[in-house]
């Protein structure tokens, strides 16, 4: 049942794999932004890009201007947690058993506007 709600519901979802600039630029009011950037303890590539420290500044920065709900996960940092909130943000910080090694255990937080 729960799946048949959510199948309904996303029906006129758009999911697309743009730059962040893009997507905030085109995103409307009564939308909702899901944004996944690469985890800022890690080394990662989008579209041959790097992404960066300043980057991810720059994404919350622009999250916390948006007439859009917008929520962001990424691992829990500090410095960007406290720049989401000095915006208007709130957070969720957890822990969870990361599973790529056995023991190991990850933080992650979850932003949202």
Avoid at 77 to 85: G, H, Q, V
């Amino acid at each position: 049942m729960a799946i048949r709600t959510m199948s309904t519901k996303l029906q006129a979802a758009r999911i697309t794999n743009l730059d962040f600039r893009d997507v905030l630029k085109e995103s409307q009011t009564g939308d909702v932004l899901y944004c996944d950037p690469p985890y800022i303890a890690a080394t990662f590539h989008y579209n041959g890009q790097s992404f960066s420290r300043n980057d991810h500044r720059e994404l919350i920065h622009l999250l916390s201007k948006s007439n859009s709900g917008c929520v962001l996960n990424n691992s829990d940092d500090s410095e960007l947690k406290n720049l989401a909130i000095d915006n208007g943000g709130a957070c969720f910080s957890y822990d969870f058993d990361s599973r790529i090694e056995s023991g190991t255990t990850s933080s992650e937080m979850i932003l949202w506007w």
